[in-house]
């Protein structure tokens, strides 16, 4: 589930007289629960996924303006993005980033691709909107830094590159 899904749910949840909402979809569950002057949210995985914890939790005090608080998102391990030659390809904008034109499809590139500063490397989609990127630099895939369908913020590094 999305956090723009989220925060349209809460804000419905908020207009409502639901005192309380659960919400199960994807080995997720999503509970909010109103009581008086305060609405408490909490997302909690039913299945553990290795490494990520996917909790994200919000008190506010009133009602008309509720808040999410992420938890946050652990960092990759280090690896070649130490490497000071390599060229990173970084996002432009804050969406969700995308392998492919569609999961039926090969991904653009992946490690060992050799690329043209003019070539789509991939997708972000933003506001319901696909931003196709481009790698600016000629050279060779060495590592892809995010994974498909996960949430990226501008300037985030995506790829790294070992120029020509």
Not at 25 to 54: D, F, I
Not at 88 to 96: A, F, N
Not at 97 to 124: H, L, N, R, T
Not at 135 to 155: H, M, P, T
């Amino acid at each position: 589930m999305k956090v723009q899904e989220i925060r349209e749910l809460i804000k419905l949840v908020d207009q409502s007289g639901i005192e309380e909402f659960v919400f199960e979809s994807a080995g997720s569950k999503l509970k909010m629960k109103k009581s008086t002057g305060k609405t408490t949210y909490a997302a909690t995985p039913e299945a553990p996924a290795s490494n990520v914890q996917h909790t994200t939790q919000a008190v506010q005090e009133t009602p008309k303006a509720p808040a999410i608080q992420e938890a946050p998102v652990p960092e990759a391990p280090k690896s070649a993005a130490d490497d000071s030659s390599l060229h990173k390809i970084t996002s432009p904008m804050v969406g969700t980033f995308y392998q492919s034109q569609s999961p039926d499809k090969e991904a653009y590139v992946k490690p060992g691709s050799k690329i043209q500063s003019d070539s789509v490397v991939c997708i972000v989609e933003a506001m319901k909107l696909f931003n196709e990127i481009e790698a600016e630099v000629d050279g060779e895939i060495v590592e892809i830094l995010v994974k498909d369908g996960q949430l990226v913020e501008y300037g985030q590094p995506l790829f790294l590159v070992k120029p020509e």
